[in-house]
């Protein structure tokens, strides 16, 4: 098969799987979105928790 060939039927096959897509809609993306900062709040006060945590434990062994 021709590069050309290959090429055609690889951009035709993106094109029909890109008619397959289901975008979220409105209200599905602001739920992710707020779902996405609560999780991000979430890890950071876990990460500040466990690096105070550590650096007390640390200066008490120095």
Known sequence: MSRIASVSRFLNEVRAESKKVVWPDQKETISATIMVFIMVIF?????????????????MVI
């Open 43 to 59: 890890i950071s006060l876990f990460l500040w928790a466990v690096d105070s945590i550590l650096s007390a434990l640390i200066k």
